[in-house]
């Protein structure tokens, strides 16, 4: 049980020196940017790894501790652990410079795209699915609420890019 905490405790501060470590910041212009998780997200993710660390001693000090608690710790804090990873650069991101995009995933996922090739955007509730010669299936997906979805929007926008809006079903 106490592992369980350490790792809980031990996690909100590795995160919170990570992101206040990275003061490099997100490329600004239209030639070269960067399209990342905002690191707010970090601040929800922290509060809520916390909330659950504060049961996991509540239990362990009213000797309470049952599988239950344990289970519902792992349940409950794993949103809140990715939303803590998902601002650290290269966890999920796509660049842009120039001509060049690399959408990244996991660190490791990397694939690489020409902004050229980008033939027609679909227009979602949360963002935009990107196409790129004309396959059916998406390059990758720019969500509204990212640092630098502006910028990309912008350079669609510049290049005449044509944006499928999303179909609305009539109420």
Request: charged share 25%; glycine share 8%; aromatic share 12%.
């Amino acid at each position: 049980m106490k592992s369980l905490i350490t790792v809980c405790i031990v996690g909100v501060v590795l995160a919170f020196l990570e992101n206040n470590t990275k003061k490099k910041g997100i490329k600004r212009g239209q030639k070269k940017f960067t399209i990342r998780t905002p690191r707010s997200y970090f601040i929800f993710g922290a509060v809520e790894a916390g909330v659950m660390g504060g049961v996991l001693i509540w239990s362990e000090l009213t000797d309470q501790l049952r599988l239950f608690y344990i289970l519902a710790f792992f349940i409950a804090a794993s949103p809140g652990l990715l939303l803590m990873i998902l601002p650290i650069a290269g966890m999920w991101e796509v660049q842009v410079d120039g001509d060049h995009i690399e959408a990244i995933k996991l660190f490791v996922f990397r694939k690489q795209f020409l902004f050229s090739e980008i033939t027609h955007c679909k227009e979602t509730r949360g963002g935009w699915k990107v196409y790129v010669n004309g396959k059916r299936k998406k390059a990758f997906f720019v969500d509204r609420m990212m640092e630098g979805a502006n910028l990309f929007l912008k350079r669609i926008e510049k290049a005449n890019i044509p944006i499928e809006e999303m179909k609305r079903e009539k109420d």
